[in-house]
């Protein structure tokens, strides 16, 4: 079992004994950012830099996890419209330079997500 592996594992167990975000579309792995030291080698990455999302279109399949990595000084985040985490919009935490922040898409769809602060920053998870 690779580490990505079993981190996911821990994360999404921890996150169905607690009955949190079971019937959202995605789970948000952690409530505050993480070190970018601490993203898989082998994760699927979208790079914040130069104020934009590095892959604007990226295709996954259901159940895996992307985590978006900051590269700038400025903050940036991640936000969904309303409907994709429970009945509101969300926003994730925003991120300083190299932190990063892990979100599992559980089913499939297209999950446009854009930058609170930078509402140009735009992009598109599509989950097959």
Known sequence: ?????????V??????????FAQDKIAVLTDTPV???EVPADAIVVNIDKMKYDVPELTVQAGDTVYWVNKEVMPHNVAFKKGIVGDGDFRGEMLKKDQAYAITFNEAGDFEYFC???????GKVIVE
């Open 116 to 122: 609170t602060p930078h509402p140009f920053m735009r």
């Open 35 to 37: 070190a970018v030291a």
């Open 11 to 20: 994360l999404l167990s921890a996150v169905s004994a607690t009955g949190a």
């Open 1 to 9: 079992m690779t580490f990505r592996s079993a981190l996911a594992a």
